[in-house]
C-alpha cells in the first residue's frame, strides 16, 4: 500500500467509516468479511454494514441460509448490528438470531415462516417492513407491530397464516398488500396514514366490511384497489352504498386496476369511491381484460357513466370531479360503456387538463379512428381539456 507523505498510515486506513461501509456494500457478504485481514482496524467494519442481502441463488441458497444462524449469532456478540438486513432464498424457518439486531431500520424477507422468540423486545428503529410470500404466526400484529412503534412502510404480498389484520401502527404512513386467505382487516391506530394499495380478494368484499375500512383512513391521499379475480365479487352481500357515510376529504390520487364494467357490485363500489372524493385530482382505470373477454354493450353490462350521471343530477348536492385534473383510462376495446365514462368525465370535469387513452389492443385501424372521433364530439366543460391517444 501506499503511505501517506509524512505518515505511518495508509489511505485505506484512514478513510471514514461511512465511506468503508459504502464501499464493502457494493462487494458480495463472503468479499466484505474478507477485507477483516487487510489490518487490525479493519476487522471489524464488515460487520457493521448498513445494509445485508443473502443472495438466493439455487447452487448457494442453502448453504448461505445453513450458515445464516452462525452468522447472525456473530454480529449479534459485537456492538455493531447491520441498520437494514434483506433474506431471501427458498422457504426455511426464520433464525431467533435475526430479533437481536435491535438496529434494523429496514427488513425484508422472502420465503420463510416468520416466528419471533419470547425475548423479543422489538425493534425501536424498523421504519420499513416488506414481506413476501411469508407465513406469519396468528398474533403477528399483537405480539410484532405493535413492538415496531416507527414503523412507516408495510408491505404484505402473497403472505399467509391471518385470517384478520388488525393494524395498531401510529406513524404508519404507506401500506400495500396482496394476501392469499385475509377475511377482515382494521385500522385501529393509523392517523397518518395517507397511502394504501390492495387487491380484493376471495373473503374480503363484504360491503359493511369495506366501508369501515374506508372510514377508518382519515389520511388517505392516495388510494389503489385491485380488483383481482372480479368474478368474486359477483357474489356476496347487497349492492354499496352510493356514498361512504365519511367522505374521503383528502383523497386525491384514485387508481383501479381489473375494473370490469360485467360486475355490478365492482361497478358501484367504483361509482362509491368517485362520489365520495371530492377533492380527487387523479383518477387511472385499468379495465379487467382476459384472453377470451370479447367486448360487450348488452344490457347486463352496467354503465358506469349512467350511474355517475345518475348521482349527479341538478340538485342533488353532489359535484364530484370538480378537482379532477388527470383521467386515464387503459385496456380500452371501445364499447359504449367505455365512452359513457369518458363523455361524462368530459362533461363534468370543470379543471381538467387532460384525458389519457393509452393503445387500443385488438382493434382495428378503422375503429381507433371511429373510437377517437366520437370522443372528440363530447363536450367539454374545461377549456384546457385535451384528449391524449397514446398510440403504440
Not at 495508509?10 to 457478504?29: K, S
Amino acid at each position: 500500500m501506499k503511505r501517506v507523505c509524512g505518515s505511518s498510515a495508509d489511505r485505506i486506513t484512514n478513510l471514514p467509516v461511512n465511506v468503508i461501509q459504502q464501499i464493502l456494500m457494493f462487494l458480495p457478504i463472503k468479499h466484505a468479511a474478507k477485507t477483516s485481514t487487510l489490518s487490525t482496524r479493519w476487522r471489524h467494519h464488515w460487520r457493521s454494514i448498513p445494509k445485508l442481502v443473502f443472495d438466493r441463488s439455487p447452487a448457494k441458497g442453502m448453504r448461505l441460509m445453513k450458515s445464516l444462524s452462525i452468522f447472525l449469532t456473530e454480529i449479534c456478540r459485537s456492538s455493531c448490528f447491520p441498520a437494514q438486513l434483506v433474506i431471501v432464498s427458498h422457504k426455511y424457518k426464520l433464525h431467533s438470531s435475526l430479533f437481536s439486531c435491535l438496529q434494523l431500520n429496514r427488513l425484508g424477507l422472502e420465503h420463510c415462516e416468520f416466528r419471533q422468540p419470547s425475548w423479543f423486545v422489538g425493534f425501536s428503529k424498523l421504519t420499513v417492513l416488506l414481506l413476501s410470500d411469508v407465513t406469519l404466526p396468528s398474533d403477528f400484529c399483537e405480539n410484532f407491530l405493535v413492538k415496531c412503534p416507527m414503523l412507516k412502510d408495510l408491505r404484505l404480498i402473497d403472505c399467509d397464516g391471518l385470517s384478520n389484520l388488525n393494524i395498531v401502527a401510529p406513524c404508519l404512513e404507506r401500506f400495500c398488500f396482496t394476501y392469499r386467505d385475509l377475511q377482515k382487516i382494521c385500522f385501529k391506530c393509523t392517523p397518518v396514514l395517507y397511502l394504501v394499495g390492495f387487491r380484493l380478494c376471495r373473503n374480503l368484499e363484504n360491503t359493511a366490511d369495506m366501508v369501515a375500512l374506508l372510514a377508518s383512513l382519515p389520511a388517505l391521499q392516495k388510494f389503489s384497489v385491485d380488483f383481482g379475480l372480479p368474478q368474486h365479487l359477483a357474489v356476496g352481500d347487497s349492492d354499496f352504498p352510493s356514498r361512504l357515510p365519511t367522505p374521503l376529504h383528502r383523497l386525491e390520487l384514485l387508481h383501479t386496476r381489473n375494473l370490469d364494467f360485467s360486475i355490478l357490485k365492482a361497478a358501484h363500489f367504483f361509482v362509491c369511491l368517485i362520489i365520495s372524493s371530492p377533492n380527487l385530482r387523479e383518477l387511472t382505470i385499468k379495465l379487467h381484460r382476459s384472453q377470451s373477454y370479447q367486448p360487450t354493450d348488452s344490457a347486463a353490462t352496467t354503465s358506469i357513466g349512467s350511474l355517475l350521471e345518475a348521482e349527479y343530477r341538478p340538485g342533488s348536492g353532489n359535484r364530484f370531479l370538480q378537482q379532477l385534473r388527470v383521467f386515464k383510462m387503459e385496456e380500452c376495446l371501445g364499447t359504449k360503456v367505455e365512452l359513457d365514462l369518458v363523455k361524462f368525465v368530459l362533461a363534468t370535469g370543470p379543471v381538467l387538463e387532460r384525458v389519457h387513452i393509452p393503445p387500443l389492443h385488438k382493434l382495428t385501424s378503422e375503429k381507433i379512428i371511429a373510437f377517437m372521433k366520437e370522443i372528440m364530439k363530447y363536450k367539454r366543460i374545461s377549456k384546457e381539456a385535451v384528449v391524449i391517444y397514446e398510440s403504440k
